[in-house]
């Protein structure tokens, strides 16, 4: 299987920690400092192939990663967003859940949707220096 998301290099790379049926990955795009994702651990395509073990846990993995982020970058707000399906704009085959921290004036108005949904092959990769970084400091905050 050709899957990015269930690949060793990821999971050594990009993985800040794993819960239950969960693990969280930096992302390599973010849209803003601090957008990881929650990804099932099992690999699964969409929402309604989640098991219930997955379906029951997934609101507060969700609830869990918004903490970290709060003690890493004091966001106030959090688009959390699900592209369930390829005419939803899911790229990976594989169920995931974008989180990304905000704050009051961090973009313009449609600016967040145009840069995850549209122009996702226009953002720029973060160097392997940055994703150790970024991945390291949040670790540091993830069990506090
Ligand atoms: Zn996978």
Redesign the pocket.
């Known amino acids: 299987?050709n899957?990015?998301?269930?690949?060793e290099t990821i999971i050594r790379d990009q993985q800040v920690y794993t819960k239950g049926c969960w693990r969280v990955f930096y992302n390599f795009k973010p849209v803003l400092k601090g957008h990881v994702l929650i990804?099932?651990k099992?690999?699964?395509?969409l929402c309604k192939d989640l098991n219930a073990d997955e379906q029951a846990s997934l609101v507060g993995q969700i609830i869990d990663v918004q903490r970290m982020l709060t003690r890493a970058y004091g966001a106030t707000g959090f688009c959390v967003v699900m592209q369930d399906g390829v005419s939803a704009g899911q790229s990976?085959?594989?169920l995931h859940v974008h989180i990304v921290p905000r704050v009051d004036g961090d973009m313009h108005k449609g600016e967040f949707y145009q840069s995850l949904l549209v122009d996702s092959t226009r953002r720029h990769p973060i160097s392997a220096e940055e994703m150790q970084e970024r991945v390291k400091e949040l670790q540091v905050v993830v069990h506090m």
């Open positions: 299987m899957c990015p998301f269930c690949s990804v099932s099992r690999h699964v395509e990976v085959n594989h």
